[in-house]
């Protein structure tokens, strides 16, 4: 069955506050990844995570919920060895491991908003975020062809942007909400987490980008006082 992304109305949650636009984006083959999601369990032989207990939920993609546990392969910084990325590595409940926001961009490169992201947010993190100790997590669902991503989509994607954080593949399940009956979900869709919680500050989908700041992220790291 088709994942589409489709002519549709999305809603911009920032803090809770919601205002209404229309993108355009393309419809496409679900892609598949390995990864989980949902009920919050890494399947047995799994990596064991650096930091504390995941968060309970209830998990969901809406601001307010948890984001689920997931993990996908990538890159830890846009470089060395492919392996598994776990948000679990992002939950900082305490704030003694330097994170203190987080932000997910759900991408693919047949997207124009996405590519602008994917150069514009380089610029960003190095200028404005990574001091204060933002994490960003780049999540590639489709190349170009609208096939699922893989490791040559990301290492496409890292060579033309030059991308400094973290950069994995993924599938629509693990990381968007579910597809609405009528209409469909824009790219690039982007989270901004409050590690503490792991709980989704500010939602951000469609063509979107501009300025020299993310609104929602900048929020989360004044709440952590950073």
């Avoid at 060895?81 to 679990?88: C, G």
Wanted: proline share 10%; net charge neutral.
């Amino acid at each position: 069955m088709p994942y589409c992304y489709s002519m549709g109305v999305a809603s911009r949650a920032l803090i809770g506050v919601l205002a209404v636009a229309v993108f355009a984006a393309a419809c496409a083959s679900h892609p598949t990844a390995s990864s989980t999601q949902g009920d919050g369990n890494i399947p047995s032989g799994a990596p064991v995570p650096t930091s504390g207990e995941y968060p309970a939920g209830p998990f969901g993609y809406k601001v307010g919920d948890v984001f689920p546990r997931v993990q996908i392969l990538g890159y830890h910084g846009g470089t060395g060895a492919w392996t598994t990325i776990d948000s679990k590595d992002y939950f900082d409940p305490s704030g003694t491991r330097g994170v203190n926001g987080v932000y997910i961009t759900v991408s693919a490169p047949w997207c124009a908003g996405c590519k602008v992201e994917g150069q514009e947010l380089p610029v960003l993190w190095n200028a404005r975020y990574k001091a204060r100790g933002a994490r960003i997590l780049t999540v590639l669902l489709q190349n170009a062809a609208y096939e699922p991503a893989s490791q040559g989509t990301v290492d496409a994607w890292v060579t033309t942007y030059a991308t400094p954080y973290d950069i994995a593949v993924g599938d629509p399940p693990t990381v968007l909400p579910p597809r609405p009956a009528t209409g469909g979900i824009p790219l690039p869709y982007n989270y901004a987490i409050d590690p503490r919680t792991m709980k989704i500050s500010a939602i951000d989908a469609g063509d979107y980008f501009h300025g020299d700041a993310l609104p929602g992220l900048d929020v989360v790291l004044a709440n952590n006082k950073k």
